[in-house]
């Protein structure tokens, strides 16, 4: 059974300070904590789950003390209107940057991505396209948010995310091609393969690309409109600009 | 002033049920409230702001009455936690089908879009690439949900939508090609030209595509996957398909 002090624990890790306070937060729901039980390398310092759930899955996990909790308290534990049956708390992820795939491969900046769906789409569009390395830069919501971590459906577990800033990544990297999307830019089904890798920058929601991160694109990329919409959602552009990267 | 009547009736607005009712909506925001006022074939049944939006905007619509009411009033109209500063109702939309487009151009066919910033998010893209009839199949969230509208971000002014099973369009337009994605689909990047108009149909976020809608399908399509991602976001996987359809 949980405690007080166990609860209290759990619910302060809703919340960003307490996740950077004590490296750890919080994963919800069975498909992704049966993908997370996959990674031996990964410490669970809870596991939490209903009665109902235990009945169905706790067979599943005998080498693992799973506490069981009512109701009542799973709701307080979750971050969801409609909270899950199973909860875990982990040890946020410390990936290793490899600079060979940013040598060789494409990798995203982003430039400030504020709303936690779109941060968890995009890491959704990097492992569905193989992209291994995403830069989170400032302004750019905490990974570890619930919203993101459920809207990525496993993805924080596959892409690896590291918090640097633009120049930063230009001043180690300063032979790797920056490209940024921008409506005066070239089209991007009009470039050549060569120029198909490098770092690409994805701009905020509301205000694109910030001036400070503009001073370091070398290259301005472009999806042709055809209609009247004044810009495509964040998440899209950066699905679409990744499918044509990849083909 | 609103009265009580006033009042409850706007509110009703934020039901679907009432939103059929009287054939009204609600939408929010000066930016897309401006944009609604440059088609003058719309008729505005209300407009209401509070004081501090009427001392910066009110004199751009001379024309217009709006009523002034206070921040609790507003918030009390508003379905977001945040309510804004502007709101309107107005009649929801009646497009006439253009038989031209469909047999010469590409439409969407929405297989029960469940999330209404998935929704949103797809007009969007339809605006962006200019594509002008997307049809909203059964299971598909509200057109006119709070949540569409916002993140349509005025899409929903210039894509014609309408209410239509798969079933209705197969029989209506018997030689256009319905496409549909599936994994196991022809690559996308290598369709030939004359492949690329037609119908396409984007499946449900959990299910993916209906066996029923499935039996109309005469082509598959797939976005090559380079990672371990199961899926993508449906508007995702959406504005990457209007992308290379487009291009």
């Known amino acids: 059974m949980l405690s007080k002090a166990n609860i209290k624990y759990i619910r302060s890790l809703q919340q960003k300070k307490y996740r950077q306070r004590y490296d ?12 997370i039980l996959q990674y031996p390398n990964i410490d669970i310092e809870y596991m ?29 534990l ?8 199973v909860l875990v708390v982990i040890p946020t992820l410390s990936p290793s940057l490899d600079e060979n795939i940013i040598q060789n491969d494409i990798s995203l900046f982003l430039d400030g991505i504020q709303d936690p769906g779109n941060l968890g789409t995009i890491l959704r569009i990097a492992d569905w396209f193989g992209i291994q390395h995403v830069f989170l830069g400032e302004g750019t919501v905490d990974l570890y948010n619930p919203k993101v971590i459920q809207s990525s459906m496993g993805a924080f577990l596959r892409v690896h ?3 640097y800033s633009i120049e930063n990544l230009a001043e180690q990297f300063p032979n790797i091609p920056i490209m940024g999307a921008d409506l005066q830019g070239d089209n991007i089904f009009e470039l050549s393969p060569e120029k ?3 770092i690409i920058v994805i701009g905020n929601e509301g205000n694109g690309i910030s001036n400070e991160t503009r001073k370091y694109i070398h290259q301005r990329i ?4 055809h209609g009247k919409a004044e810009s495509l959602n964040a998440a899209v552009a950066t699905g679409i600009i990744c499918a044509i990267f990849r083909n």
């Open 222 to 225: 472009n999806i042709p409109a």
């Open 24 to 35: 750890k937060f919080i994963v919800e729901g069975t498909k992704i904590i049966s993908e």
């Open 196 to 198: 198909k890798k490098g």
């Open 161 to 163: 995310c590291f918090h």
């Open 48 to 76: 939490i789950a209903s009665s109902s759930w235990l009945q169905k899955y706790s067979h599943l996990y005998p080498h693992i003390p799973i506490i069981e909790s009512n109701e009542k308290i799973m709701k307080e």
């Open 78 to 85: 979750s971050s969801f209107n409609t909270p899950s049956d």
